[in-house]
């Protein structure tokens, strides 16, 4: 079983920038690939971007590619994703996930452990 708490949500301006942080608890972090995925008012969750246990494998959605950069500390069972050039269609409630596969994968199923998500919203 692995525990997940995000933090680092808030209000921007757009432009601005955040960075997520997520804590892992439980068993072995640096076993699991993670997500981070984002869910819009009225809107189906989505990912965002994904890395290997290893660091080494990123993906991200082409919403958020040259913008977003996903990036974890198996020594501090943190997973971090920094979002710059912030834009109003940015805004949702983030979730960080973890899953047991090898490779990097989009999709929500694919998951088997979240976070409680923490809310970003940036201004125009």
């Known amino acids: 079983q692995v525990q997940l708490v995000e933090s680092g949500g808030g209000l921007v301006q757009a432009g601005g920038s955040l960075r997520l942080s997520c804590a892992a608890s439980?068993?072995?972090?640096?076993?699991?690939?993670m997500g981070w995925f984002r869910q819009a008012p009225g809107k189906e969750r989505e990912f965002v971007a994904g890395?290997?246990?290893?660091?080494?494998?990123?993906r991200y959605a082409d919403s958020v590619k040259g913008r977003f950069t996903i990036s974890r500390d198996n020594a501090k069972n943190t997973v971090y994703l920094q979002m710059n050039s912030l834009k109003p269609e940015d805004t949702a409630v983030y979730y960080c996930?973890?899953?047991?596969?090898?490779?990097?994968?989009?999709?929500?199923?694919?998951?088997?452990?979240w976070g409680q998500g923490t809310q970003v919203t940036v201004s125009s």
């Open positions: 996930a973890a899953n047991e596969l090898t490779m990097v994968v989009v999709t929500t199923t694919n998951y088997d452990y």
């Open positions: 439980g068993r072995t972090f640096s076993s699991y690939s």
């Open positions: 890395i290997s246990w290893s660091g080494v494998n990123t």
